[in-house]
């Protein structure tokens, strides 16, 4: 993008180290069964590719889109369903998947909503996590990396819907593109 900077945080080699490990801890983790992957788009698909074939046990993979933000950086505060699983989670285990956690409304409203479903758990794995940033209560079970309060892209992240395909992820720096 035009003026635009980015600052490498995380590098490829460190984010795929990283998801194979959470994989193995997920793989300990669980009792014998089938584990249901769901995504939260788009961010988390980039994460839920490399952590699905990190986990060895039996998954399903299904997705969710929600939407909390426009096209910048700030959140709009109001979520928003655009997209329903397409399975039943009735006495499922749940995992959502993803990019991150920032002020923790999207999670927090979506853990809400599956609950109502009846699964028989609901756990969060999360790529990066802003905890300076928390709003809302959101426990992640899994959270691949802590960052400071910087605005990131790449590795399915975006500003604007660009940077997703980016390899590593960087911080888009203040001053550019707003
Ligand atoms: P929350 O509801 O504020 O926790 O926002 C979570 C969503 O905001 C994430 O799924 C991202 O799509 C987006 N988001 C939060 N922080 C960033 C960032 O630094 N870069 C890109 N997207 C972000
Ligand atoms: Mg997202």
């Not at 988390?44 to 590719?49: I, R, T």
């Not at 096209?71 to 655009?82: N, R, W």
Request: contains cysteine; negative net charge; charged residues 25%.
């Amino acid at each position: 993008m035009p003026g635009s900077s980015l600052r490498l945080l995380l590098s490829a080699q460190q984010i795929q180290e990283r998801v194979q490990k959470m994989g193995e801890q997920i793989d300990a983790d669980y009792p014998d069964g089938t584990l249901h992957l769901v995504c939260i788009l788009k961010g988390g698909c980039f994460f839920l590719a490399d952590l699905a074939r990190a986990i060895r046990r039996d998954v399903l993979i299904d997705f969710i889109g929600i939407s909390s933000y426009g096209k910048g950086k700030i959140t709009s505060g109001a979520v928003k369903l655009t997209k329903d699983l397409d399975s039943t989670v009735d006495g499922a285990d749940i995992l959502l998947v993803e990019d991150i956690v920032d002020s923790g409304v999207t999670l927090n409203y979506l853990v809400n909503v599956l609950q109502q479903r009846k699964p028989r758990s609901v756990r969060i794995a999360a790529l990066l996590d802003k905890p300076d940033r928390r709003v809302r209560a959101v426990k992640a079970a899994y959270i691949g990396f802590e960052i400071p309060d910087e605005f990131v892209v790449g590795y399915g992240l975006d500003f604007g819907e660009r940077y997703r395909n980016l390899k590593d992820i960087c911080v888009l720096e203040e001053g550019h593109a707003a």
